[in-house]
């Protein structure tokens, strides 16, 4: 989970709130990313696909990052275009 505040000069509050959901490997895999990257399991490549987040191309990893989806969020509501 990650979650980003973020507070307006006027005071208004907001929370974006970014989830990535899976299980843990018995034994880390892959090489690419760091922490948890090569023991966790991300649901949102598919219940066939076992393939640990350190294993993931950086294009598919991106797009079910759990930062990644919290900062879209927040652009948006800021009105940014986000690219890839």
Request: proline share 6%; glycine share 14%.
């Amino acid at each position: 989970v990650c979650a980003i505040a973020l507070v307006a000069e006027d005071g208004e509050e907001s929370l974006y709130e970014g989830r990535c959901e899976g299980t843990l490997a018995t034994e880390p895999r892959g090489s690419g990313g760091f922490g948890y990257d090569p023991a966790f399991i991300p649901e949102d490549t598919g219940p066939e696909d076992a393939r640990t987040m350190a294993e993931l191309a950086p294009a598919e990893k991106h797009a079910i990052s759990h930062r990644g989806r919290a900062a879209r969020a927040l652009a948006e509501h800021l009105g940014v275009e986000v690219s890839g």
